[in-house]
């Protein structure tokens, strides 16, 4: 259905109109920041993002310091260590519509998740249950599973998955209706991996707040893409990664927030890093723990997965996120006209929902061979992504994507469907899609 309305717009199909967008898009200088890999279109940035300069600087800048300073790199460094997760989570706040003490820079999404869920999730008498989607990432479910089994609780009786309708977008009445008086605590993305479709943040958590349940969202697939405003809507809690949209590198450092309202309170995980910074070295027993978000770390901070994304929040600060969000919007949206213009033919299903309000940063396209097509893509210099059994993911990045990428992508896709140049390849998953 989306291909069929899109098919009927009349967006110019030359490369021309393509450069005359780079031409006046605010954010084209940020694409000279990136590497970007020789003879390629990078597709891929909501799995991993790219390096920038930036980046390498301030990555190159805390080893320096290491090298230069030893331990003393903890108050002495150019960003000292000792504070550098609270700094980063001061540079990470405008993103996600917080306050400076109620996020830090800690962890890994999961950890933090863990974290979270073992703080807040307090079942008591019929109070139990735990709201979640059928169509999350399996980590977030891993997670939820785990801490319903350490409270003796089965996941069979205490889990609620809301279902789809359609195999792609969850219905957020579905979930509101799911609220009753034995739920605990919600836990949702805010943007679904596969099909990109953006939840309705505010109102799911307005519904939450006012059947005084604890609610929380993974943002994996939206901070550095989506303004959010998690303190003015009310959100309990959140998590995600900083290697996507945010480009802070393979495995890099996550974060996490907590509303003000829930400051002060016991970390249900304790380690030597929830200490208040001030007495954090009298080796007391009795843990003082901090009254921000800091309280929420467990272990010592891992400098050299942190210290990158320094340069790259600089890069943010400058675009800005409603700026990005723009640019975001636009060029997924080119992409899905496109698509529908020039691919229609070839038996593509644009699966993200189409209306900005409700699509994320990716486009979804689904294909029977979408596996060999992805291989056939990248084979041409396209990294897409794959997502068992028949999705192909298209991320344009606002920072380092250009309108000609774009246009470029579909091309090749034209001409390796028409071609059948895919069928040279299998139709099977790689170990890593």
């Known amino acids: 259905m989306i291909l069929k309305e899109l098919s009927k717009l009349s967006v110019p199909q030359s490369i021309y109109y393509a450069k005359e967008l780079d031409e006046k898009d605010p954010l084209r200088h940020f694409k000279n920041e990136f590497y970007t890999p020789d003879h390629s279109i990078y597709m891929d940035g909501n799995s991993l993002g790219l390096l ?3 980046a390498e600087a301030s990555l190159l800048q ?14 002495d460094a150019e960003q000292p260590w000792f ?8 540079m990470t706040a405008p993103l996600i519509g917080a306050k400076e003490d109620e996020t830090i820079t800690t962890g890994s999404i999961t950890t933090n998740l863990h974290q979270m869920l073992t703080t807040f999730y307090k079942p008591y008498d019929k109070k139990t249950k735990i709201i979640a989607d059928s169509l999350t990432f399996p980590s977030d479910i ?7 089994e350490l409270h003796g609780l089965s996941p069979d009786e205490h889990l609620i998955q809301v279902q789809s309708s359609d195999g792609r977008t969850i219905d957020e009445d579905d979930i509101i209706k799911e609220m009753t008086n034995e739920v605990a605590l919600v836990l949702l993305p805010s943007v679904l991996y596969r099909s990109g479709q953006l939840l309705d943040i505010k109102k799911i958590t307005r519904a939450a707040n ?3 349940i604890i609610i929380g969202f993974d943002l994996a697939h939206s901070v550095g893409v989506i303004p959010h405003y998690l303190h003015e809507w009310g959100v309990d809690f959140a998590v995600w990664c900083t290697y996507k949209y945010l480009n802070s590198g393979p495995g890099g450092v996550g974060g996490l927030y907590v509303h003000e309202k829930h400051l002060g309170k016991k970390p249900g995980l304790a380690g030597w890093f929830s200490s208040k910074k001030d007495v954090q070295f009298d080796m ?6 901090a009254q921000t978000a800091g309280a929420f770390q467990i272990g010592t901070p891992h400098i050299f997965s942190m210290a990158s994304l320094i340069g790259s929040l600089e890069i943010f600060s400058e675009a800005g996120i409603e700026q990005i969000r723009e640019k975001s919007l636009k060029l997924t949206k080119y992409l899905m006209e496109l698509t529908a213009l020039k691919l229609n033919r070839f038996g593509f299903t644009i699966a993200n929902p189409a209306e900005d309000h409700r699509r994320g940063g990716h486009v979804c396209l689904e294909h029977n061979e979408a596996a060999r097509i992805c291989k056939a893509l990248k084979n041409k210099g396209v990294i897409p992504d794959f997502r ?3 999705v192909i993911r298209l991320a344009p990045i606002s920072l380092y994507t250009s309108f000609e990428d774009v246009w470029n992508v579909v091309h090749i896709l034209e001409e390796i469907m028409a071609t059948k140049e895919y069928e040279q390849f299998t139709n099977n998953r790689n170990i890593i899609a």
């Open 52 to 54: 920038s300069k930036r």
């Open 62 to 75: 805390s080893i320096d310091d290491w090298k230069t300073h030893g331990i003393n790199g903890w108050t």
């Open 83 to 90: 504070y550098m997760a609270e700094m980063l989570g001061k």
């Open 142 to 148: 891993y997670a939820i599973k785990a801490q319903l």
């Open 210 to 212: 006012d059947k005084d």
């Open 284 to 289: 007391s027993h009795d843990l003082d723990h």
């Open 388 to 390: 068992a059994p028949n």
